[in-house]
């Protein structure tokens, strides 16, 4: 630990200088965490709504939860019947590249293949 007060090196483990009393600045790692972004989380989900007479409609939906709570940044059209490769294709596909061209970063791809997650820095949607 090089003071930056004096210029003298002490044990990191002290809180203060011994040579000229200085404090010893926080851990890299701790500013670091202070200084990073809050996060939105975005988060692909199903969803499906029973139709009277239609059956079952399915629908994919990009849902963020931010400091500001939760809402939705995008949404497919509905199809009918259980998605398989072919609606992956058709409607998630298309979504996905929406949610990377307004800056979404992709975290993780999960189960079911459509369960994606994705991060943005807070401030893109919240600064007013
Ligand atoms: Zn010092």
């Not at 994919?60 to 398989?84: C, K, L, N, Q």
Request: aromatic share 12%; hydrophobic share 35%.
């Amino acid at each position: 630990m090089i003071c930056q007060g004096c210029g003298a090196s002490y044990d990191s483990e002290f809180k203060f200088c011994p040579h000229c009393g200085r404090a010893r600045p926080e851990s890299p790692e701790l500013l670091i965490r202070i200084q990073e972004p809050k996060w939105e989380i975005c988060e692909i989900e199903l969803e499906s709504r029973t139709v009277i007479l239609g059956g079952e409609r399915y629908w994919f939906e990009a849902v963020v939860f931010g400091p500001t709570g939760r809402y939705t940044a995008e949404r497919t059209a509905e199809w009918r019947g259980y998605p398989g490769r072919a609606e992956v294709k058709k409607y998630l596909d298309p979504m996905i590249e929406l949610l990377l061209a307004a800056g979404w970063e992709p975290l993780q791809a999960g189960q079911g293949g459509w369960n994606y997650r994705f991060r943005r820095p807070a401030s893109v949607e919240a600064k007013e």
